[in-house]
């Protein structure tokens, strides 16, 4: 099928699991999608092997001397691509007037400048990171709405709810008869160890999710359940959702990515294997319907879905995230610098997997909620949090 314009890329984050992703549904379509722009921080070799492959007009590093290097091998090969680096640059890709469609999938609060800056170009935003919303909900739908942008759902949960939620939903409950929001949750690699030994697990256990291969920082989030956190605030900003009608199920198959439920009793349900080239897949080619490369869902070979409550002693970060929730203002802000930087020093082997609560707990208690008027606002808590955080975190390092 020949189209009239082919719809025009950046993806930030590409050098990443869900950059791998996209760029495997975009390489299966060539006659639909082009590449202008790919970033890939500190994953230098993994960006340039993209850019051979996909040729895009920029591709942005961190570093000033790897964006030299870069450029010295891509003149080499015969390579067009301009190399860029720094934050400033991530920016500046996002908004590029060539650019129709932005791939948000910078990991943590890294993202939300270009992200915003996206969004503020009134592009088409195919959210992954969560951690935007989580960190400046309020200010970030009003730039949504102010601009114009399109935002569409990559997290599983929420591109399964937005697919069970009416085509003309704007924001509603009421309006549409929606009952509930029922975000499902695999569990992740400890939903069965014995609570003694959770104070032992490395980060190796703690990254091994059963049904996701994903990024290291979402799979401890995973772990902890601190995911499924900050996705109850994800689906409370992208659908207006109330708190109290965010209910997180376990469901240890990974089948149901999420479900709907309307006042008439009705459940629909998004299903599919867990790959996250499908919500790739129906972003980028929204409202239409492309291949993923995913294999068709085999209910016959998965024979049973199952259901539980989480046990919130096992996974203190769920409770802490609706707190934050209701707590609102900066609270959701501080809940998540504390959990990135606690996540980093777990992975960094500095920190027991216990103290990731611990230290939210602390930070949370510590540093006062208040309202966040401005992105300066929630930069310099932002930034407040994280020195706590360290501060909590060199306390009890291993
Ligand atoms: P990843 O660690 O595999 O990739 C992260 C990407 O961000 C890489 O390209 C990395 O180079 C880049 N990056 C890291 N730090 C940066 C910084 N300071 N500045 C600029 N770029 C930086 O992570 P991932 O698993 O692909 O997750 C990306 C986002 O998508 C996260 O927010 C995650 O919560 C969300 N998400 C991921 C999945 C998944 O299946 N992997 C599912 C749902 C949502
Ligand atoms: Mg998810």
Not at 12 to 19: C, E, H, T, V
Not at 378 to 396: G, H, N, Y
Request: proline share 6%.
């Amino acid at each position: 099928m020949e189209f009239p314009r082919k719809q025009k890329l950046t993806v930030l984050g590409a050098s990443g699991s869900i950059g791998a992703s996209t760029l495997d549904v975009v390489l299966q379509h060539p006659e639909r999608f082009e590449v202008v722009a790919l970033s890939g921080h500190a994953r230098v070799d993994e960006l340039s092997r993209l850019c051979l492959i996909h040729r895009p007009r920029y591709a942005v590093v961190a570093d000033a001397g790897d964006a030299k290097r870069l450029a010295a091998d891509f003149t080499a090969a015969g390579l067009a691509t301009e190399v860029l680096a720094g934050p400033a640059a991530l920016e500046e890709v996002a908004a590029l007037d060539e650019v129709d469609t932005v791939m948000a999938a910078i990991v943590g609060a890294a993202g939300l400048a270009p992200t915003l800056a996206a969004v503020r170009a009134g592009k088409r935003v195919l959210l992954a990171n969560k951690e935007v919303l989580v960190m400046a909900g309020a200010l970030f739908m009003a730039e949504v709405q102010r601009s114009g942008a399109q935002l569409l759902p990559i997290d599983s949960e929420h591109n399964a709810v937005f697919q069970s939620l009416p085509a003309d939903y704007s924001g509603s409950f009421v309006a549409k008869g929606v009952r509930r929001i029922l975000l499902t949750a695999s569990g992740g690699p400890f939903l069965d160890t014995p609570l003694a030994q959770l104070a032992g697990v490395t980060p190796l256990q703690a990254c091994a999710h059963p049904n996701w291969v994903m990024g290291r920082k979402i799979s401890v989030d995973s772990a902890t359940m601190m995911n499924k956190g900050l996705e109850v605030i994800e689906a409370h900003w992208l659908f207006n959702a109330p708190a109290e009608r965010i209910e997180v199920v376990i469901h240890p198959q990974s089948v149901i990515h999420s479900l709907v439920e309307y006042v008439d009793g009705s459940v629909l349900a998004q299903l599919g294997n867990p790959d996250m080239r499908t919500p790739i897949a129906h972003a980028l080619a929204y409202p239409e319907r492309i291949a993923a490369g995913v294999a068709p869902l085999d209910l016959f070979a998965i024979g049973q879905l199952n259901f539980s409550r989480p046990d919130l002693l096992r996974f203190p970060c769920l409770p802490l995230a609706y707190q934050a929730l209701s707590a609102g203002g900066s609270a959701p802000t501080l809940l998540n610098a504390a959990n990135e930087i606690a996540v980093a020093a777990f992975l960094d082997g500095r920190l027991p997997y216990l103290r990731i609560a611990d230290t939210i707990v602390a930070i949370l208690a510590e540093i006062p909620a208040v309202a966040v008027p401005d992105l300066a606002a929630v930069k310099a808590i932002d930034e407040q949090a994280r020195s706590a955080a360290k501060a909590v975190v060199a306390r009890w390092q291993k």
